[in-house]
């Protein structure tokens, strides 16, 4: 079974920063790649960033420069460095396992999602 929790959202002003985490057990992290997605009031889901097991990174170009993806083999754990956060960032922030980084995209592993953390930004 694998299992995903997402910790570390909350209210921030713009141009704060937030960490987020997505604990995952072993098996969640022994699958393929791994994702941010947010999905704001209204709006469809939408990739953040992704991340394969040997490290490999890609962003949604909304992101690139300002969010950093990465995570810990060790403790099984995701994580979103959120830097220069916006208005528009304003989201409940999600993490996927298993999904494929190919080619510049990421492919979501449909049944592995976490239930979402929820970061708001503060004109």
């Known amino acids: 079974q694998v299992q995903l929790a997402e910790s570390g959202g909350g209210l921030v002003q713009a141009g704060g920063s937030l960490r987020l985490s997505c604990a995952a057990n072993?098996?969640?992290?022994?699958?393929?790649?791994m994702a941010w997605y947010r999905q704001a009031p209204g709006k469809q889901r939408e990739f953040v960033a992704g991340?394969?097991?040997?490290?490999?990174?890609n962003y949604a170009d909304s992101v690139k420069g300002r969010f950093i993806i990465s995570r810990d083999n060790t403790n099984y754990t995701l994580y979103l460095q959120m830097n220069g956060l916006r208005p528009e960032d304003t989201a409940v922030y999600s993490c996927?396992?298993?999904?494929?980084?190919?080619?510049?995209?990421?492919?979501?592993?449909?049944?592995?999602w976490g239930q979402g953390t929820q970061v708001t930004v503060s004109s």
């Open positions: 996927n396992a298993g999904g494929t980084l190919w080619g510049g995209t990421y492919i979501p592993e449909p049944r592995f």
């Open positions: 991340i394969g097991r040997g490290g490999m990174r």
């Open positions: 072993e098996r969640a992290f022994k699958l393929n790649a």
